[in-house]
C-alpha cells in the first residue's frame, strides 16, 4: 500500500483543474517529482472518530492531513462500487432491523452465519440504511459511499488507496471487480495522476489473482499485495517469494507484527524493489470484543493481539514512530492519522 517502486512515476506539474480539483498528470518525457517521507493512509477514512467510511470519516481523514483516504469497495447486486470493509452490511448498518430476511448463511469451517451481503442489495436499498448509528448516534443517517462518491469528495486534497473486496466472490457471482474499477479510475483521470506529489491512486487486494489481474488492467497504477498473519503468508516474504510478487505488484502490504517479528522484512522486500505499507495502527479498544463466532485458537489469537496494542495516544504515535524511524517503511495505515508522526 504505497507509493511505487519502480521507475517513479515521471510528472509534469500541469495544473489540470478538473472540478476545481488540481491534479498533476504524468508525463514519461521528464524528470520524477515525487514527495518523500513515509506517507499515512486514513484506514477506512478517520475511523476512530466517525463511522468508517462515510463522508464524516472521509471529510475529517482530510482535515487531519491524510496522504491517502482507504476506501474499502464492494460491488452492489446492480454493480455499483461502495465502501464496505466487510463485504456485508451487518456490522456497520441497520440491515437487519431493515432487511431480516435478506441474509445469506456463510459457511467458515463447522459454523455458519448470517450474512448480509452487499452484492446482494441495490445501490438504493443500501442507500437507504442508517450507516452511522452503530458508530454513535451523533452520526445517525450516515450513509454508506460509493466510489464515485468517495472521488468526488477526495479528489485532488488526497490520494485514494481502494482495496477490492471479495473479488473471486464477484467473479463467481458473474461481476468483473478488477474491469469494474479500471473503468472508474480511467473515467475519473485517476490512472497516471498525482497529487502532492504521489499517484493519486493505489490499489490493494489480498486475492494474489486479482492483483494480477489489476497489473494487466492497470499497469500505470501503483498496487499492493495485502499479506496477513497466516502462515501461508510466509513463502511470500523469502527473497524468492518477493522477487516474485514484483512480476505482478509494486509492493506489499502486510500486517505491522509481520515486521515487528522480522524487521528485516522491510529490507528484502526494498532490496526486491518493493514498497512497504503495514496495517494497522490503532489504540487498544476500552472494551475487549468476545468474538463468540469465532473458534477457540482464532479467538485466543485475537485477544493476544488486543493485548499488545498501545494504550494511549503517546504510545501510538511512538509506535508509528519506531516503524517510519527504524524499519523504514513506506507508509501506514491507521485509524487515527492526527497521531501520525510528522
Not at 509534469?12 to 506517507?39: I, K, N
Not at 505499507?277 to 487498544?284: G, K
Amino acid at each position: 500500500m504505497r507509493a511505487p517502486s519502480s521507475p517513479l512515476l515521471f510528472a509534469l506539474a500541469l495544473a489540470c483543474a478538473v472540478g476545481g480539483l488540481h491534479l498533476s498528470r504524468v508525463d514519461a518525457t521528464t524528470s520524477a517529482v515525487q514527495a518523500t517521507g513515509t506517507y499515512v493512509i486514513a484506514h477506512r477514512g478517520a475511523s476512530a472518530y466517525a463511522p468508517e467510511h462515510t463522508a464524516a470519516a472521509y471529510s475529517l481523514a482530510i482535515q487531519q492531513g491524510a496522504d491517502y483516504v482507504e476506501p474499502d469497495i464492494a460491488l452492489t447486486r446492480d454493480g455499483v462500487f461502495v465502501s464496505s470493509h466487510d463485504g456485508s452490511l451487518d456490522r456497520t448498518s441497520d440491515v437487519k432491523e431493515r432487511f431480516p430476511d435478506r441474509f445469506t448463511e456463510v459457511k467458515t469451517g463447522d459454523r455458519v452465519q448470517r450474512r448480509w451481503l452487499v452484492e446482494d442489495f441495490t445501490l438504493a436499498e443500501i442507500k437507504s440504511l442508517d450507516a452511522g448509528s452503530w458508530f454513535d448516534p451523533k452520526f445517525k443517517g450516515e450513509k454508506m459511499m460509493t466510489l464515485q462518491e468517495t472521488i468526488d469528495l477526495v479528489k485532488g486534497k488526497a490520494g485514494l488507496f481502494p482495496e477490492l473486496k471479495v473479488p473471486g466472490r464477484l467473479r463467481a457471482k458473474g461481476f468483473d471487480p478488477e474491469q469494474t474499477v479500471a473503468d472508474i479510475l480511467r473515467k475519473n483521470g485517476l490512472v497516471g495522476a498525482m497529487v502532492k506529489g504521489r499517484p493519486a491512486v493505489h490499489m490493494q487486494v489480498f486475492e494474489e489473482d486479482s492483483v494480477r489481474r489489476l497489473a494487466k488492467l492497470l499497469p500505470e497504477v501503483p498496487r499492493s499485495f495485502l499479506l496477513s498473519a497466516a502462515p501461508g503468508t510466509a513463502r511470500w516474504l523469502t527473497p524468492e517469494g518477493l522477487a516474485e510478487v514484483k512480476t505482478f505488484a509494486t509492493g506489499i502490504a502486510p500486517a505491522y507484527q509481520i515486521i515487528d517479528r522480522d524487521p528485516d522484512v522491510v529490507v528484502r522486500a526494498h532490496a526486491a524493489g518493493l514498497t512497504v505499507v503495514p496495517y494497522t495502527f490503532i489504540l487498544r479498544p476500552a472494551t475487549t470484543p468476545s468474538y463468540p463466532d469465532a473458534p477457540p485458537a482464532v479467538r485466543q489469537q485475537l485477544e493476544a493481539q488486543l493485548q499488545s496494542l498501545p494504550t494511549t495516544r503517546e504510545a501510538l504515535t511512538a509506535q508509528m514512530r519506531k516503524f517510519v524511524e527504524v524499519y523504514k517503511v513506506d507508509g501506514m495505515f491507521t485509524d487515527y492519522p492526527d497521531l501520525f508522526p510528522r
